[in-house]
Each structure stands twice: as C-alpha cells, then as structure tokens.
C-alpha cells in the first residue's frame, strides 16, 4: 500500500511569515493526526481527525495555528505567523481505526515529515 | 494528564552486548506502542501491547508491559548497527509519545 505523503519535505521561512503543510493519508484511514517533533524531543501530538471532524486540539497553539480536513482524507496545517520555535518537523499519520474507546490503537503510519526552519 | 517517561534517554552500546531500555506512565495505560526512529527518519510502528505482563518478541527485541500496565520495557539483546536509532513508547492518552532513547552502537 502506498505510504503517508506529505509535502512539502522541506521548507525555509522567516520569523512572521505563514506556512501551510499537505499530508494525504494511506486510503481508507479514518483518523488522521499532525505531530510536532522539535530536535531531540518525542512527538508532540498538535491534532487528530476522525474522518473530517476535530477529535482532539487540545495541544494545538490556535492563535497561530490551523488545520482542517474538509473531505475526511488529506489535510493541510498552517501557521500563521510563524515564530523561531516553531522550527520543527511536523510529522503526519494515519490509522486505521479510531483512537478512543478501545483498549487498543491501531498503529500510526508516520508520513517523512516536513523539516520547517524558521529565521 | 498522562505523561510518559523514559529512560535513559541516551544509550551507547558496544556491539554485541545487550541493554534495556524503560517506560514509565503516571497513569494506567489501556495500551502501549513502540515505534523506532531511525536518525533522519520517521517513527516506524514496532509493536503493541495490550495486556498486564505481557511479553512479545520480534527476533533479538523483547517487548514487556508491566503487571500493573503503568510501565514497559524493551529490551535488546547481541545489538547490531542496524539497532541504531531512537525508541519510542506511546500511551494512549493523546497517543502521547515519550522523549525517546536514543541508541548508538559502537562497532
């Protein structure tokens, strides 16, 4: 099966500017999330779909952050403006199955990511 | 909320010699997932586990999750290069991912 895609792989950007980051899931997977990975540090779960409705964006900075999934298949983030901590790799994925309600998951199909510089 | 923890966050291996990296949970954990990174890389899927004690294996990784399902750990045995690389747990609140253990190998 084809992967997780994102692009763009990398993108270089200046301290206020906005960004927008494209992922498209592996088909047929209802829940899809954004992570932010800083160097050295595990990922930070930012948002989770499920199909096109919001699960969770409780970690998602709002006044600068956007994310939507109109159709309940790809999705973009955005930043707007971005700041120097934002420099980060923002990791899409994927699964099969919803997240809540189990005693399970169902294991997350990262993406290559986007490495965002920000100066 | 849940935070996952652990330990040690950085592990040098003389090639051949074994180790065991920690996982710890402030809460129950439903579930735990390990995921490997490889340096430049994305986190890859290794395993799940579900159960109180329970104890997988995948060839030379042996995956366990404690009785009281607050802690895991994985263990490696005869580390080849090819383990290089930063292993992750995740609990499932937030599929929150720990900081990672970050394995280098010296040959």
């Known amino acids: 099966e084809a992967g997780v895609a994102q692009s763009p792989r990398y993108k270089i950007i200046e301290k206020r500017q906005s960004v927008a980051f494209w992922c498209n899931p592996i088909s047929g997977h209802a829940t899809l999330y954004w992570y932010q990975q800083i160097l050295g540090q595990g990922p930070k779960l930012l948002i989770q779909f499920q199909n096109n409705g919001v699960v969770d964006d409780s970690q998602l900075p709002k006044d600068r952050f956007s994310a939507e999934r109109l159709k309940g298949v790809d999705s973009t983030l955005k930043i707007q403006p971005a700041k120097l901590e934002d420099s980060a790799v923002y990791l899409c994925?994927?699964?099969?199955?919803?997240?809540?309600?189990?005693?399970?998951?169902?294991?997350?199909?990262f993406g290559n990511g986007t490495r965002l510089t920000v100066t | 909320g849940q935070q996952v923890m652990q330990i040690p966050q950085y592990q040098h291996v003389q090639e051949g010699e074994d180790f065991t990296t920690y996982c710890n949970s402030s809460t129950t954990l439903s579930n735990i997932q390990w995921y490997k990174q490889r340096p430049g890389g994305h986190p890859v899927f290794l395993i799940q586990l579900v159960k109180s004690g329970e104890v997988k294996k995948q060839k030379r990784l042996t995956f366990q999750f404690g009785e009281a399902k607050k802690n895991s750990s994985l263990h490696i045995t005869a580390t080849q290069t090819t383990d290089v690389g930063t292993y992750f747990c995740a609990g499932k609140w937030k599929l929150s991912f720990g900081a990672g253990t970050t394995v280098t190998v010296r040959a």
């Open positions: 994925a994927s699964s099969l199955e919803p997240g809540q309600g189990r005693s399970y998951n169902s294991p997350l199909h």
